[in-house]
């Protein structure tokens, strides 16, 4: 076996590069900039754009499975993603090789009040949501076989836009920790590297999967009390004080930064419980990798 990551230098690539090396699998990755890809045994980087069809192509020579991990900023995404995400499906096509899809739970709604399955409403209150509709509608009808693992929301490895970074990077530097909402609702938080070795998973037993499969990884979920012990103990000051989330002040930045707007549109997300259910991954695989919480939490602080 071998994997293409496409986003090598991404969170989601980054870990799924490693989970991968570790089994013994090599990867290829395709950088514009090789010199951003740190060596490690098991990986050979390949200079090429996604963006151009000859240097995918190429990126994908000897590979049964490819990682599309690409990612832009939302603003970008129409056309832009859907684009490269045409390309990516093309060349797996051509290759014959199973596309794996990192998603998210953005697409999904506007019912929240069960723990989210598979086949949960896909009619999403949020412009992402749709967008990340249109992405997944594109992979459900390529030729090429893909398969789609959702999860809530991501924290551990590198990369800095997560909810989890925005909550806590000042606390690491001895300030209050921010929660955004009630303490009582369940959230889901997907740590990455488990996500990765899920992956893994996945792809060692891709013969037994349909064309098309999507799966749903719960990660943690837990309450907010929860989450703040957890990082209190991180931080190791279990009497670290814990402030709201500034939305109000945030509010007048809102027409000016770009980033406080897609941060508000996602708000809902917040405003309620958000559950994943993993009963169809853990069904398949029998076993779902999952580190303790607070040790991963731990892990993602550190």
Known sequence: MQ?????VTGGIGNAVTQAFVDRGIPVVALARDPSRVPARAGLTVVQGDARNPAD??????????VLHGLNLPYPQWDPAMMDLTRNVLAAAEASGATVLFPGNLYGLGPDFAAPLTEDARREPPSKKGALRNRLEAMLEASPAKTVVLRAGDFYGGV?????????????????????PTTRSNLHSWAFVPDLAR??????????????HATFHFEGHVVDGDTWIRAVQKALGDPNRKVTSFPWMWMQLARPFVPMVR?????????DQPVRMDGARLRA???????TPFEEAVAQALA
């Open 159 to 179: 990369g800095e836009s997560t909810w989890m970074w925005h909550l806590t990077g000042k606390a690491r530097t001895g300030a209050a920790i921010q929660y």
């Open 262 to 270: 897609e941060l508000f549109e996602m708000r809902y997300l917040w």
């Open 198 to 211: 899920t992956f893994v998973a996945l792809a060692e037993r891709r013969d037994a999967l349909p064309a």
């Open 284 to 290: 398949f695989l029998g076993e779902v990798p999952t």
């Open 3 to 7: 994997i293409t990551v496409l986003g």
């Open 56 to 65: 995918l192509a190429r990126a994908l020579e000897g590979s049964e499975l």
